[in-house]
């Protein structure tokens, strides 16, 4: 059982950056690709991005892209979404999520992830 805990959201001015952190605990880090998903208010919860099982094995989404940026530090189990630019529609609860999946895959559906965080708020004013 993986327990995934986010921490780094809040209120932010647009423009602004957030670095959103996902701790993992309670299986080996190393098999498992983590994403990162929003859901704003009113909204369904949306892939934003991802990270496989190599550090250098990700993706975001087009909407994101030049913008967010996803990293992990293995020795800390911890996966990272640096936001930058913030945007007012980047509001949203983020979620972490892992899934025990190959090296090379690079999970964006929901249903994919095994395991969830809790979520964390991010606010972005105008």
């Known amino acids: 059982q993986v327990q995934l805990v986010e921490t780094g959201g809040g209120l932010v001015q647009g423009g602004g950056s957030l670095r959103l952190s996902c701790a993992a605990s309670?299986?080996?880090?190393?098999?498992?690709?983590f994403g990162w998903f929003r859901q704003a208010p009113g909204k369904e919860r949306e892939f934003v991005g991802a990270?496989?099982?190599?550090?250098?094995?990700?993706l975001v989404e087009d909407s994101v892209k030049g913008r967010f940026f996803i990293s992990k530090d293995d020795a800390k189990s911890t996966v990272y979404l640096q936001m930058n630019n913030l945007r007012p529609e980047d509001t949203a609860v983020y979620y972490c999520?892992?899934?025990?999946?190959?090296?090379?895959?690079?999970?964006?559906?929901?249903?994919?992830?095994?395991?969830w965080g809790q979520g964390t708020q991010v606010t972005v004013s105008s």
């Open positions: 990270v496989g099982r190599r550090a250098d094995v990700s």
């Open positions: 999520a892992a899934d025990r999946t190959g090296p090379w895959n690079i999970p964006r559906l929901q249903h994919e992830y095994d395991y």
């Open positions: 309670g299986g080996n880090f190393y098999n498992y690709a």
